[in-house]
């Protein structure tokens, strides 16, 4: 479902990480007294009063700089306001008023045109009404609101401000129809440039310094294909190489942004060949039941021989056997090289982690396949299937009934679950089994 989005706004520094996973109840921002950790946007959806938005923490807003990254920082803070229906203007009371503040506040009343609350944060040992807190009428917003985003002091009565300040209700009731595609795999592969080549402009930070994209950060792009949120996210490294608790973070972000997505594009340096990291990435999607697509990038860069391709998907196959459903694709994001193809497999891919197969249909599978292969038996006794039945989707999830979960052997659920790929298709979309006993309470 489509939801409002309020823009957290501020100067490096003032606590916008700290409110936010306070209100998202999760660790998803990097807390750091370094200022300008938080590089790009992040996202989450919260909620309030039974009112659902999603918060977006953004890298601090620096006024004016000649760093080239601070540079790049502000751009993504400007894209965030741009998308905003709400802006949280977040000051430091203990610093008071600072140039920054008054140049941030200029431009959001210039440019903004939209609500702007205004917060003053680390407000932890002043009553309700701080004198500190006059000086930031001198802004010309609305009532400043004292927090504390530490010791969670005055978070509900802003709250409240942000719940009056979202537009209504009812313009949010259609599911937008995005499909949420993340952008997975380690450094260096081309996620970035994956995700410029495919918007025709530089939405995601790209930079020659080491580890840029630190954060999970969205995009939406509509084409022919259909409506698509892109998650450009940091890549995974080895554990050995995570050695700044920043890093740790980024980490955690990622396996954040493959539990919100729909599909996930897991990118391989074709010049490097599957890596045991890239087992490890792909193996998160797969165990989130995630829809997959294993993206072969760079593949311009290697040198091409009668059999080059099927050779390599073959060897990618063998490296990543448990994921054997999800389809290979070769791809340059430098050059373009079957880009547009990936919208194909996306639409594709996410159709099956979505389908829904009747009780019906799916029962004469299993009895097909049951005439095929007869269950196995162990000491005399037979494994009897009796019924089927779908439980969910994405993944697609069905509930076996047997007359003795100890019989029905991983080989046998491997086989089921075969012939369900072979009837109903499921390429790119993990299938998960439920055991229960007939006549058993089973958790």
Excluded at 71 to 86: L, T
Excluded at 95 to 119: E, H, N, R, W, Y
Excluded at 166 to 185: C, M, N, S, T, W
Excluded at 336 to 358: D, H
Aim: hydrophobic share 40%; aromatic share 8%; proline share 4%.
């Amino acid at each position: 479902m489509s939801k409002p989005i309020v823009a957290i706004i501020g100067k490096p520094n003032v606590g916008k990480s700290r409110f936010f996973n306070y209100v998202v109840g999760k660790r998803i921002s990097i807390v750091e007294d370094t200022p300008g950790v938080t590089r790009d946007r992040i996202y989450a959806d919260t909620s309030w009063r039974d009112r659902e938005f999603t918060l977006i923490d953004t890298a601090g807003f620096e006024s004016e700089s000649e760093d080239s990254l601070l540079n790049q920082m502000k751009a993504q803070a400007e894209i965030a306001i741009g998308v905003a229906d709400v802006i949280l203007f977040m000051t430091d009371i203990r610093q008071g008023v600072t140039s920054q503040d008054q140049d941030i506040a200029l431009m959001l009343k210039k440019t903004a045109k939209k609500p702007i609350i205004l917060a003053c944060n680390k407000s932890d040992n002043y009553g309700d009404a701080p004198a500190e807190l006059y000086e930031f009428y001198n802004l010309g917003l609305d009532e400043p609101h004292p927090i504390s985003a530490a010791n969670a002091i005055g978070i509900g009565d802003l709250l409240d401000a942000i719940y009056e300040k979202l537009p209504p209700k009812e313009e949010f009731e259609q599911d937008d129809g995005k499909i949420r595609v993340a952008l997975i795999g380690k450094p260096n592969v081309g996620k970035s440039s994956l995700l410029n080549k495919i918007l025709g402009e530089e939405r995601s930070i790209v930079s020659d310094i080491a580890g840029t994209t630190r954060d999970a950060i969205d995009s939406d792009f509509e084409n022919e294909f259909g409506s698509y949120t892109f998650i450009d996210t940091a890549g995974l490294r080895r554990k050995a190489k995570v050695n700044e608790s920043i890093e740790k973070f980024s980490v955690m972000r990622t396996l954040f942004a493959i539990e919100r997505s729909d599909v996930c594009v897991l990118l391989i340096d074709a010049t490097e060949g599957v890596t045991d990291q890239d087992a490890k990435v792909l193996g998160e999607a797969h165990e989130a039941g995630k829809g997959i697509i294993i993206a072969v990038n760079k593949w311009d860069a290697v040198e091409k021989g009668n059999n080059t391709m099927e050779e390599y998907r073959k060897d990618v196959i063998n490296k990543l056997s448990y994921a054997q459903y999800a389809p290979i694709i070769f791809i340059s994001a430098k050059s373009g090289q079957r880009v547009n193809k990936i919208f194909e497999l996306i639409n594709k891919v996410y159709a099956n982690n979505s389908l829904r197969i009747t009780t019906a249909v799916l029962n004469e599978v299993i009895n097909e396949a049951i005439a095929v292969v007869q269950p196995p038996t162990d000491k005399g006794k037979r494994l009897k299937i009796l019924y089927g039945t779908q439980a969910s989707t994405n993944p697609p999830t069905f509930v076996i009934f047997v007359n003795n979960k100890e019989l029905f052997h991983f080989s046998y659920q491997r086989y089921l679950i075969n012939c369900f790929r072979n009837n109903f298709g499921l390429e790119g979309t993990p299938v998960r089994l439920i055991i229960r006993e007939k006549g058993k309470d089973n958790d």
